[in-house]
């Protein structure tokens, strides 16, 4: 039981480390200091859907 609740918290705090991942590399591009080319071509793929989600207005 302990452990579930372990790896509850564990996954909420990755979705969590995540987003901050994905702010990071936001301002690192926005900077000039990388760009997506930069990134292993899948990880800049991933990148950049998650950045057309996010940026993508609710219905």
Known sequence: MAQHIIDKIL????RDFIRVLEDLI??????GVITLEMLP??????FA???LMRD???L
């Not at 996954?11 to 990755?14: H, M, R």
């Not at 071509?41 to 991933?46: F, Q």
Request: a negative charge; proline letters at 5%.
């Open 56 to 58: 993508t207005p609710e």
């Open 11 to 14: 996954d909420e705090q990755d």
């Open 41 to 46: 071509s899948e990880a800049a793929r991933k």
């Open 26 to 31: 936001e301002v690192l591009v926005d900077q």
């Open 49 to 51: 859907r998650r950045r």
